[in-house]
Nanobody, 127 residues
Framework: QVRLVESGGGLVQNGDSLRLSCAAS????????IGWFRQAPGQEREFVAA????????RYTDSVEGRFTISRNNAKTTVSLQMDRLKPEDTAVYYC????????????????????WGQGTQVTVSS
């Protein structure tokens, strides 16, 4: 069983950058695909980005493509989400999730497919 802890959130202005980190412990980190999701007040949790077990393949939701970059360091058991050119609509609590992939596709963009979650970190972008 893997435990996840997010960090790096904060209050920034429109156009600024933040780097979120997801630190994993207690499991074989390289077994897991890692995804970032976010949840704004009154909305469902939505997919943001994911990275495969080797850090080679990535996937982004359209609204962050070209602005966010997901990466992982298996030696340090961490996954980062570099967020550039932030917008007010990026304001949300950001969560990282872990799943063991199976089947044809390595990626899942729905939160119920992820088995383990961190507690979340708040990102607020002011206009």
């Amino acid at each position: 069983q893997v435990r996840l802890v997010e960090s790096g959130g904060g209050l920034v202005q429109n156009g600024d950058s933040l780097r979120l980190s997801c630190a994993a412990s207690g499991g074989t980190f390289r077994r897991y695909t890692i995804g970032w999701f976010r949840q704004a007040p009154g909305q469902e949790r939505e997919f943001v980005a994911a990275v495969d077990r080797d850090g080679i393949n990535t996937r982004y939701t359209d609204s962050v493509e070209g602005r966010f970059t997901i990466s992982r360091n298996n030696a340090k058991t961490t996954v980062s989400l570099q967020m550039d050119r932030l917008k007010p609509e990026d304001t949300a609590v950001y969560y990282c999730g872990a799943r063991i992939p199976f089947g044809v596709s390595w990626v899942r963009t729905i939160d119920v497919a992820y088995e383990y979650w961190g507690q979340g970190t708040q990102v607020t972008v002011s206009s």
